[in-house]
Nanobody, 123 residues
Framework: QVRLVESGGGLVQAGDSLRLSCAAS????????MGWFRQAPGKEREFAAS???????YYADSVKGRFTISRDNAKNTVSLQMNSLKPEDTAVYYC?????????????????WGQGTQVTVSS
């Protein structure tokens, strides 16, 4: 059984940086698509970034140029470096794993989810 555990969230000011990490167990992340999603209060869960098993990377337009997704296959972890944070980045951030060949931005396409980590950006 795959288990994903996020860490690194917190309360920061606008313009600050945070680095989220997702530790995976029960599976080898290099074989799957790993994604980061976020969900703000009262809103639907939305795609932020993904790292495909072939190394292909995608970002949502809202985070492109500010967020960087990376993967450490030796440690079986995927990270999300978030720079120049804005108040609108405030959300619970989730790590997800997809057992498929193609990267997807739809949450329903992912098979396993972490419990989420809160990121709050004050203005």
């Amino acid at each position: 059984q795959v288990r994903l555990v996020e860490s690194g969230g917190g309360l920061v000011q606008a313009g600050d940086s945070l680095r989220l990490s997702c530790a995976a167990s029960g599976g080898t992340i290099s074989r799957y698509v790993m994604g980061w999603f976020r969900q703000a209060p009262g809103k639907e869960r939305e795609f932020a970034a993904s790292f495909g098993w072939r190394g292909n990377i995608y970002y949502a337009d809202s985070v492109k140029g500010r967020f960087t997704i990376s993967r450490d296959n030796a440690k079986n972890t995927v990270s999300l470096q978030m720079n120049s944070l804005k108040p609108e980045d405030t959300a619970v951030y989730y790590c997800a794993e997809r057992n498929g060949l193609t990267a997807e931005i739809i949450p329903e396409k992912y098979n396993y989810w972490g419990q989420g980590t809160q990121v709050t950006v004050s203005s």
